[in-house]
């Protein structure tokens, strides 16, 4: 929900004017009054009155619960039997802007099926937690969605294949062009590389066979 400033002849115009066109109730969003405005006289120096309508500010703790419950809920549609675990997100963020994103861990038998092929699975299921979440909490918060660790293992592997490459690239000053990856994955190899002294990264291709190409860093 983004940070809007209404204007209207009072402020109980303005805020009705806010919710209905943001969609959403009282109680979802936090009022500031700007200005009252003025009536003036005979309408000369009259002044709308302005206020700033922001999302509100709810505890992580509740948005975890609601995630829980989301991804649960999918699971369970899904015919799917595991446990939801709560963990700390160690592998590399994503863009979260610097705020700490809510992970949790899909615990279970045979679970291969959630991650699909080079993680797209696991992607998907993943943004539609994410879309859920953020239209019942009415805020938005990263999360991070894991099966078995899969993205911890993935991003330990990616992370020291990246420094390998780089070490030879900067023995033999040859180019390296690693498999497709989806987007996350390139962005573990970019970050990896991003302040090698040897080395540098770029994506080329499209779609699916979108890959990172590293190539020496010019002296």
């Known amino acids: 929900m983004e940070i809007l400033e209404v204007s209207a002849k009072t402020v109980d115009g303005a805020i009705k004017k806010a919710l209905d066109q943001l969609g959403v109730g009282r109680d979802d969003v936090e009022i500031t009054v700007l200005?009252?405005?003025?009536?003036g006289i005979l309408g000369i120096g009259a002044e709308e009155a302005?206020?700033?309508?922001?999302?509100?500010?709810?505890?992580?703790?509740?948005?975890?619960?609601?995630?829980?419950?989301?991804?649960?809920?999918?699971?369970?549609?899904?015919?799917?039997?595991?446990?939801?675990?709560?963990?700390?997100?160690?592998f590399a963020p994503e863009e979260e802007g610097g705020q700490a994103p809510i992970a949790f861990d899909i615990r279970g038998e045979d679970l291969g099926i959630l991650i699909g092929r080079r993680g797209q699975t696991l992607a998907c299921l993943q943004y539609i937690v994410r879309l859920i979440t953020s239209q019942k909490a009415k805020a938005w918060v990263p999360i991070i969605i894991d099966v078995e660790g899969y993205k911890q293992r993935r991003y330990d592997a990616l992370k020291a294949l990246a420094l390998q490459v780089a070490d030879r690239i900067k023995t033999g000053q040859t180019p390296f062009e690693f498999e497709p990856m989806t987007a996350y994955e390139r962005r573990i190899i970019h970050l990896t590389l991003a302040n090698n002294p040897d080395v540098t990264t770029q994506s080329v291709g499209e779609g699916e066979a979108r890959k990172v190409t590293a190539i020496p860093r010019k002296k």
Do not use: F, H, N, Y
Not at 35 to 39: F, T
Not at 55 to 73: F, G, M
């Open 35 to 39: 200005s009252e405005g003025r009536g």
């Open 50 to 90: 302005r206020i700033r309508v922001e999302p509100q500010k709810r505890p992580q703790a509740s948005i975890a619960d609601i995630t829980r419950e989301v991804l649960e809920a999918l699971l369970s549609k899904m015919g799917v039997t595991a446990t939801v675990v709560s963990v700390s997100q160690t």
